[in-house]
T-cell receptor
Framework: DVKVTQSSRYLVKRTGEKVFLECVQD?????MFWYRQDPGLGLRLIYF???????EKGDIPEGYSVSREKKERFSLILESASTNQTSMYLC??????????FGPGTRLTVL | DQQVKQNSPSLSVQEGRISILNCDYT??????FLWYKKYPAEGPTFLIS?????DKNEDGRFTVFLNKSAKHLSLHIVPSQPGDSAVYFC????????????FGKGTRLSVIA
């Protein structure tokens, strides 16, 4: 079974803080993705990566950066958290381009 | 510009009846479609998929129908059960290679006992 884990289920941070969200997958998948989910807006792609040290911008990359130093780990970084980044953050991985396996999500609240 | 549209934000169905969730797409280059199911405070889980060379795929209580000429797909759940209550996301994949899935905004299904 594919397992995608995210470092925290719930996180509360203050405006201006630097925030790291970690994602690890254990199935040697090439591809990893970061989404945020907001009511009425569905899943929006922030960044994705098809290989180590490679990253591509998704639909809403502003205010975020990512790091992929190892194949199994994909980190999402909020350089200076803002209240409009309060959201559910979902990490996913896939072997090919098709089925993605999602982690449990991190509910981030920025005060 | 939304390429994958789920026009019904919510749907309520009685237990035992059929649930039909709809999805429309605009890009004729999409050649693979997936449905994901998401419970609150959990990540989405893959439910069922269909290739553009097929018009139907069935897995137990779940059937996905694809109408390429109408650029429309639907997910049928029969019979619906209370445990099916969740948000359902439609997703599509371009045949051009290394591109991410394109997701719809989701439909919240409530199955009432």
């Amino acid at each position: 079974d594919v397992k995608v884990t995210q470092s925290s289920r719930y996180l509360v941070k203050r405006t201006g803080e630097k925030v790291f969200l970690e994602c690890v997958q254990d199935m040697d998948h090439e591809n990893m993705f970061w989404y945020r989910q907001d009511p009425g807006l569905g899943l929006r792609l922030i960044y994705f990566s098809y290989d180590v040290k490679m990253k591509e911008k998704g639909d809403i990359p502003e205010g975020y950066s990512v790091s992929r130093e190892k194949k199994e780990r994909f980190s999402l970084i909020l350089e200076s958290a803002s209240t409009n980044q309060t959201s559910m953050y979902l990490c996913a991985s896939s072997l090919g381009e098709v089925e993605q396996f999602f982690g449990p999500g991190t509910r981030l609240t920025v005060l | 510009d939304q390429q994958v549209k789920q026009n019904s934000p919510s749907l309520s169905v009685q237990e035992g009846r059929i649930s039909i969730l709809n999805c429309d797409y605009t890009n004729s280059m999409f050649d693979y479609f997936l449905w994901y199911k998401k419970y609150p405070a959990e990540g989405p889980t893959f439910l069922i998929s269909i290739s553009s060379i097929k018009d139907k795929n069935e897995d137990g209580r779940f059937t996905v129908f694809l109408n390429k000429s109408a650029k429309h797909l639907s997910l049928h759940i029969v019979p619906s059960q209370p445990g099916d209550s969740a948000v359902y996301f439609c997703a599509a994949l371009l045949n051009s290679g290394n591109t991410p899935l394109v997701f719809g905004k989701g439909t919240r299904l409530s199955v009432i006992a």
